[in-house]
């Protein structure tokens, strides 16, 4: 009786390592860092905001730093937009109202207002917007051109969007403002 329990014990024992083995093998043999690279190939993660009646996101690798509208310093002879310079943890940041940049009419400043900091040209910069609703994922498969920002204010800075049930997010892209020569140039025409 003893061995037949014996024997018993051994194949089952056999049969779990067998399983175990096998469970190895499958295992060495999945290449997590490949599911792990197309998991971000597919995802695209951006800050989302509303710059006037307009949903926007942008890239999440384009924000230093999102904070609350500042106090900032007027600079003299610069246009209106550019409202002047704040000091962040003691870096100084030119301040752009991208609403009355782009629409010709002041950002009302709130309690929702934000100042969006990212890098341009390499220097720190901030962009003031009406409100900003934090990060949102979204599958690469949903993007989606649009022409239809051709005729806004935001034509050059926005042709693609995610459509999702809430809005449709205009994909803002920041590096386009660094070529707007109008932009760039702050400094009040005489």
Known sequence: ???????????TG?????????????SLGHDVGEASRQQQISNWDGVVFRLGDHYLTCRIDQIEEIIAFPPFYPVPGTKEWLLGLANVRGNLAPVSDLGWYLFGT??????RTRLILTKIQGRL??????????????????????????DTALKGLVS???????????????????????????????
């Open 1 to 11: 009786m003893q061995g037949e329990h014996s024997n018993e014990s051994s194949s």
């Open 160 to 190: 693609q969007n995610f459509p999702t049930s809430e809005h449709d997010w205009g994909v803002f892209k920041v590096e386009e403002l660094q070529r707007r020569v109008d932009f760039m140039d702050g400094s009040r025409e005489h």
């Open 125 to 150: 910069a901030g962009l003031v917007v009406d409100e900003v609703f934090g990060q949102r994922h979204f599958h690469t498969d949903d993007l989606e051109a649009d022409d239809g920002w051709d």
């Open 106 to 111: 002041r950002t009302p400043v709130t309690a």
């Open 14 to 26: 056999g049969l779990l390592l067998g399983l175990l083995a096998d469970y190895e093998e499958r």
